[in-house]
Each structure stands twice: as structure tokens, then as C-alpha cells.
């Protein structure tokens, strides 16, 4: 077996790793890790005021800063009841839209875009790249300007308060943002054809569940109180948890979400898929010019997806300002409310961002923060499995790393908001030993023999069914015996289950591998396929514990025996499962 690691992913926020392990012709596993350990922010602000506590919050994190600031202002009012006056929204808006161009310019330009067109960093691509990497940096720069208007600070400004803002910028200040927006728009459509018109790779494609904010009057937007998602549903902000469904892995310090068992993305993408129809002026011509299908199955397009936003942020700023300029400055709106439950969400640059509060006598009593790299693991991990094997599947193993390092930088994660990252390793010949020891530490596992009995080597999981029984071994079924029953494992949700059956990976004879049971779901190579009404009863949880324990067979025909060496290797299974 083989791992192939790679210790630091570069151009990218915070620091965690992908870990793929291949077998034979196999990827046996992939774990998207987070190594930063946990931040304790919620507990943090236990105990404190609402005040104290938007002030605390954004410090999760330097780069989305203004985003927790905003989603921490929208649950905190939601809990207090406070409805902050128009202009109060509209700038709230406006500072938003400086995140989203600062750290999507720096994002497409300097992280990715070196990826696509042959250089190791943006330095390097100033070379052939000069102007793009010096209007780029100038991108950013306004991005940062408008940020530190509103907010006071470049980082972790304390402007933004509850029920408005300390301070509001003259009107001259407004109306030099608003005039830079309209100068950069030619630069700024120049980098949509460019992003939008790369050619992205066709590893990996497959369709994902997408989410985000469902802004109010059929707008496109960066904030709402509904969460709308690409199959069509919409949950109140309140009704998050229906959503994220947190859990944990024992390989990450950062949590996990699935929608109904299945993984799902966040981020600008999944924003151009749920809300793209809905996009107005330049932005809403290049989304007809240049979205297709392939938005939707491959996670490369979010570096398009971002350059469209970019376009979206830059012409909406003057409109923004044109209506700011008409209102007088607001005062602070007061509050005397002591106890509440809140709510807010935003789209921060990388995704749906959750804020939720409870206020008791005053103080914070409940916090809960889910950011959207938390939300999109399990898709980073699922489209770098999609992508390491469907390369090796086309002898192309020598592209993984550099596959999964594409990946995992498409989403643009921000793993230090969550809580170097590629790693393909070979594993051992014995590792399914270890692998086994494992997964009988988690719990006694249910075995299924799968297989024909007179089709040779085919029949070695039934046959290992069978000894397993005489050695009394319990919860051993045969895949004949399951048709007319219920499944063995509906009571048994956190056993794990291992199918035992020949798999053709292309080894020597006789060598045994310990597959994921999704391995079986995807790939073409195995000498058998598990009957429709076993795949149907196994939900994604369950999936994500069940195996296959593979002998690879030297003959599938009909009629002959077992051959030797996969008879040796059944004895060395059996004698395996039974120490």
C-alpha cells in the first residue's frame, strides 16, 4: 500500500492535511484532517455580555472577520430585539462587500490561479501575470479600505455595534469608494472571462447538495433569514440544525455536518448554483455567457463562482452608496430586553456562516458558531476520494497529490475559522490487519458473505461466512439469506459492518485488502456486485462504517474450485478475525 502525503498545503488559511491511502489498485481511505486543535470561542463568551461578546467572536478568525462580526450583530439583535434603522443595513452591506472582494481577489489571483497556469506561487506568475498580479493586489487593497471604513480597523474593528455603528464616514468618503468601484469594473470583467474561461479539469465530477443564505425580494445577496438549498427546500434561520447535523471524527479536532446523511457545500459556488438566476447588470450577462452544467458536479468551478461575485460586489457598491447618501446618520437603536434566543446568518467569502445565541439576566447562557469550512469537510474529502481514484483508475497515480492539493484549494478553506493537506500514502501488506484490530475495537462487527458459490474464487466470502459460524461467531449472514429478511444491521447502527467477498484490484492472487463499503458502490474492477436491496438498506452513517474485506481472486469462472492461493488466504482471514 501507498500514502501519499503532502505535510504542508500551500496557499491556503490555517494548517490541517489530506491523507489518501491506496492499495493496490484501490483508494482505501481519505481523511481530510484539521490539525489546528479546538478554539473554545463559544465557551468563551459564556458568562459575557452581548457587547463583550460580538467583540470576542470575530476573533475566530483575521481573515473573516467582518463576517462573524455580522452574523454575531444579526443573532445578537434577533435575541434583543432590535431593528437596526436602514442606513445601519445598507452599510452593514457595504462592509460586507469589501470582505467578499478582498478575499476573493486574493483568493483567485494569488492562491489559485498559479494552479492553472504553470507557476508554484503568484510571485513567480508575475512574470507572464504582471498586470493581473499588480491590479489583483489593488483589488484587495479597496477591499481592505472599505473594511477599515466601516469596521475602523483593517482587523477586528469595533465600529459595528449592537443596534448600529459608533461612527458613520462623510459623504466625500462614500462618494471616493463609489467612483474607485466604477474605475476597477474594466479590470474587474476582465478577470471574470479570465476565471470563468479557464479550462478546469473533468477530476472529480459528481453532484453535491448545495446551501446558502435565501436573501429577501428574490435578491442576490450575502445575508438573509432563510437557509434555501439546491434541492429546492428552505429552513428558517432558527431551524439550522436541521441542516448541519453536527458530528465528530476521530482524525479532526474541526466537527462535521451532513444535510439528511449526505455531505453538502457552502461557498460561492453553491451560491451561484442556488442563486444565480437572480443576478442583474454585467454580472448576470457573463452568469448566461459562461454557466453549464458542470457547475454543479465539479467543486474547480468556485474559483469561476468567485469571480463573479467579485463582479456582483463591485456593482453593487454604488448602489448601495446612492442610497446611503440620502438618509441621515442614525442614532444607536437601545435595547432594555435581558433575555432572548438568537439567530444570524451570512455568507461569509467561503460559505454559510451560523451564529446563535441564548441571553439570560443579561449575559450569554448558550453560544453556538458553525463555519462554513466545517460544513464543507466532508465534501473536500469526498471529491478528493472521487479524484485520487479515478486517476489511479486511469494509471494516472503520479497526478493525486497534485489532484487533491486542486481540490481542497477550490473550496478555499479557512481552517483556522474550522478549528498543508495532501497525503497519499501505500499502505503496508499486513495493514488490514491493523485495519481489522480497529474496527473490532469499535464494537463486534456483522459479517455478510457475498458471493457464488460455483463461480471458483468467487465463492471465498461465503466460504468465510461458513467457517465463521462453525467457529460460532455471531451475526454472520449469508448474501442469499438477507432477501426475504430485515437488515441484521437496523439494531446495530454502531456496529460495523464487513462484507467478506473476492475483489479484483488487479494484485497477485491471495491478497487481502480492507476496502471502504463505498469502494464497492463506485468501482468497476470488483469480480462482484452486492444486490440492489443491501446498498438500499444502508443509510450514508452506516456507510461511513461498513467494509469490504477483499480476497483477490485468481479465477471467477463457473464450475472450478477454490484455488490455493486464495484458500491460504481465507485461513489467514479466518485466523485474523478470530484472534
Known amino acids: 500500500m501507498k500514502r501519499i502525503k503532502i505535510d504542508h498545503l500551500a496557499r491556503v488559511e490555517g494548517n490541517g492535511g489530506v491523507i489518501a491511502t491506496i492499495d493496490g489498485r484501490a483508494v482505501t481511505d481519505v481523511q481530510f484532517v484539521i490539525n489546528e486543535g479546538p478554539r473554545l470561542v463559544e465557551r468563551l463568551t459564556l458568562g459575557k455580555t452581548p457587547e463583550e461578546d460580538v467583540n470576542i467572536v470575530p476573533r475566530i478568525c483575521a481573515i473573516c472577520t467582518i463576517s462573524h462580526k455580522y452574523a454575531a450583530l444579526r443573532a445578537m439583535e434577533n435575541a434583543l430585539s432590535v431593528k437596526v434603522p436602514p442606513k445601519a443595513s445598507l452599510f452593514r452591506e457595504l462592509m460586507h462587500m469589501g470582505e467578499m472582494i478582498e478575499s476573493h481577489s486574493l483568493h483567485t489571483y494569488y492562491l489559485a490561479l498559479p494552479d492553472y497556469v504553470g507557476f508554484p506561487n503568484a510571485i513567480a506568475m508575475a512574470s507572464k501575470f504582471g498586470l493581473e498580479v499588480k491590479i489583483a493586489l489593488e483589488m484587495k487593497e479597496f477591499g481592505n479600505h472599505i473594511m477599515k471604513t466601516a469596521a475602523g480597523r483593517y482587523i477586528h474593528g469595533e465600529n459595528p455595534v449592537i443596534g448600529g455603528f459608533g461612527k458613520y464616514p462623510s459623504k466625500d468618503e462614500f462618494l471616493w469608494i463609489k467612483s474607485r468601484a466604477i474605475q476597477f469594473m474594466p479590470f474587474v470583467l476582465k478577470t471574470v472571462n479570465l476565471f470563468c474561461g479557464l479550462d478546469y479539469p473533468y477530476v472529480p465530477e459528481e453532484k453535491t447538495i448545495f446551501a446558502c443564505c435565501n436573501p429577501e425580494k428574490n435578491q442576490y445577496g450575502f445575508a438573509g433569514d432563510e437557509i434555501i438549498l439546491s434541492t429546492g427546500e428552505t429552513l428558517s434561520k432558527d431551524d439550522y440544525k436541521k441542516l448541519t447535523n453536527e458530528f465528530v471524527v476521530s482524525h479532526s479536532y474541526a466537527k462535521r455536518s451532513r444535510y439528511k446523511g449526505k455531505p453538502y457545500s457552502v461557498g460561492a459556488l453553491a451560491r451561484v448554483n442556488n442563486l444565480g438566476e437572480r443576478l442583474k447588470g454585467e454580472a448576470g450577462k457573463m452568469y448566461k455567457q459562461y454557466f453549464n452544467r458542470r457547475w454543479k458536479t465539479n467543486p474547480l468551478f468556485n474559483n469561476a463562482a468567485q469571480a463573479l461575485e467579485i463582479c456582483y460586489a463591485f456593482e453593487r457598491i454604488p448602489e448601495i452608496i446612492d442610497k446611503m447618501i440620502k438618509l441621515p446618520d442614525p442614532p444607536l437603536v437601545p435595547y432594555k430586553t435581558k433575555e432572548g434566543k438568537g439567530t444570524g446568518i451570512v455568507e461569509a467569502p467561503r460559505g454559510l456562516l451560523i451564529h446563535s445565541y441564548e441571553i439570560a439576566d443579561g449575559l450569554v447562557t448558550h453560544a453556538d458558531i458553525i463555519t462554513p469550512t466545517a460544513q464543507n469537510a466532508e465534501d473536500i474529502e469526498r471529491y478528493c476520494y472521487i479524484a485520487a481514484q479515478n486517476l489511479l483508475n486511469k494509471g494516472e497515480e503520479e497526478k493525486i497529490r497534485d489532484r487533491m492539493d486542486l481540490v481542497v484549494r477550490a473550496f478555499d478553506p479557512c481552517i483556522s475559522c474550522s478549528v498543508h493537506m495532501a497525503q497519499v500514502k501505500k499502505a503496508t501488506p499486513d495493514s488490514w490487519k491493523e485495519k481489522l484490530a480497529e474496527i473490532k475495537e469499535q464494537g ?126 481465507l485461513n489467514k482471514v479466518l485466523n485474523q478475525i478470530m484472534n
Open 444 to 569: 463486534s462487527p456483522i459479517f455478510v458473505g457475498v458471493g457464488k458459490s460455483d463461480h471458483s474464487d468467487d465463492g471465498v466470502g461465503l466460504k468465510l461466512a461458513l467457517a465463521l459460524r462453525k467457529r460460532r461467531v455471531n451475526d454472520v449472514w449469508l448474501e442469499s439469506e438477507l432477501a426475504d429478511q430485515d437488515s441484521p444491521w437496523k439494531n446495530g447502527l454502531d456496529r460495523p459492518l464487513v462484507f467478506l467477498d473476492a475483489v479484483d484490484f488487479r494484485e497477485e492472487p491471495g491478497k487481502v485488502t480492507l476496502l471502504p463499503f463505498h469502494y464497492i458502490l463506485s468501482n468497476t474492477v470488483l469480480s462482484h456486485r452486492l444486490l440492489p436491496f443491501l446498498t438500499s438498506n444502508i443509510s450514508y452513517d452506516h456507510l461511513k462504517n461498513s467494509y469490504v474485506l477483499g480476497i483477490q481472486p485468481q479465477t471467477t469462472e463457473e464450475g472450478h474450485k477454490i484455488s490455493r492461493p486464495v484458500r491460504q488466504a
